[in-house]
T-cell receptor, first 115, second 111 residues
């Protein structure tokens, strides 16, 4: 299995632009998580899905952030408009509810820089 | 905040020495997990300990959990330069899929 796939790996954009981050979870995993990692705040959960349905989006910082999961193999996190304080590494993770241990499998992350 | 604290924030040791990292938390947990993150990479799951367990081993890793003190420790024995990474504890809560991560301990193992 290729593991969790994220694209792009790096994104540099200017303030005000729309940014779309993409994630392909591990095949067969029914949970998908979006995290944001910064030096100041550490790793924060933004939103998670179960069977493509958003379950908890309480970590989404504001209305500029939105996430979708149109099918079991694809999710997007969109920021519109982007701001410099959104600069961070964004991780996607997935897990299977049928797994013996509820470990999460992380993708390599997308490093976002908003100028 | 539900976030606990890992300490130390940074730890530098020589190859062959043992490394101990601690994690404290504030709310009750269902399980506690430890993850490792190499520079520029995603997190990798190392070990999980349930709230009714006190100690678990996996290879050179030993995890303890003291729910009365709301704390856990991760011990890496006979460390290697390849163990250099950041280590995070993550608290899992009953009835939720959420994991709450600490800010991590940055471990450097010098050859």
């Amino acid at each position: 299995d290729a593991g969790v796939i994220q694209s792009p790996r790096h994104e540099v954009t200017e303030m005000g632009q729309e940014v779309t981050l993409r994630c392909k979870p591990i095949s067969g995993h029914d949970y998908l998580f979006w995290y944001r990692q910064t030096m100041m705040r550490g790793l924060e959960l933004l939103i998670y899905f179960n069977n493509n349905v958003p379950i908890d989006d309480s970590g989404m910082p504001e209305d500029r952030f939105s996430a979708k999961m149109p099918n079991a193999s694809f999710s997007t996190l969109k920021i519109q408009p982007s701001e410099p304080r959104d600069s961070a590494v964004y991780f996607c993770a997935s897990r299977s509810s049928g797994a013996r241990f509820n470990e999460q499998f992380f993708g390599p992350g997308t490093r976002l820089t908003v100028l | 905040s539900q976030q606990g604290e890992e300490d130390p924030q940074a730890l530098s040791i020589q190859e062959g020495e043992n490394a101990t990292m601690n994690c404290s938390y504030k709310t009750s947990i269902n399980n506690l997990q430890w993850y490792r993150q190499n520079s520029g990479r995603g997190l990798v799951h190392l070990i999980l300990i349930r709230s009714n367990e006190r100690e678990k081993h996996s290879g050179r890793l030993r995890v303890t959990l003291d729910t009365s003190k709301k704390s856990s420790s991760l011990l890496i024995t006979a460390s290697r330069a390849a163990d250099t990474a950041s280590y995070f504890c993550a608290r899992g809560q009953r009835g939720s899929e959420k994991l709450v991560f600490g800010k991590g301990t940055k471990l450097t193992v010098n050859p």
